[in-house]
């Protein structure tokens, strides 16, 4: 079987089915590429769905760079327009284990 070439749009317009999509198992899936702003939150936040956890808080857009530490819930925000901002925040989410149910 030969698999043909995916177009542009089947590779970026699969986000809304992702991001509604119930949650798998009991995981919590992690993902970047996805601005949280575009899910309705502001920027600096990040985006919990059922069973996910956006991270991307906009660098790309001017925004903010993340991490997240997931075993202790804490989030660190770094302002990529006035880096001297850096935030920390502790996060609803517990441990490595996810978000609440």
Known sequence: ?????????????????????PRYMDKTIVFGHTTTFRLGVPPEEPW????????????????????????????WSISVTRPENITCRKLKIRGASGLPK
């Open 48 to 75: 919990y769905g059922d069973g996910k956890l956006g991270i991307d808080t906009g660098a790309g857009h001017g925004y903010y760079l993340s991490l997240v530490n997931l075993t202790s819930g804490i989030q």
């Open 1 to 21: 079987m030969k698999l043909s070439r995916p177009k542009p749009e089947e590779l970026t317009e699969i986000r809304a089915p992702f991001h509604q999509s």
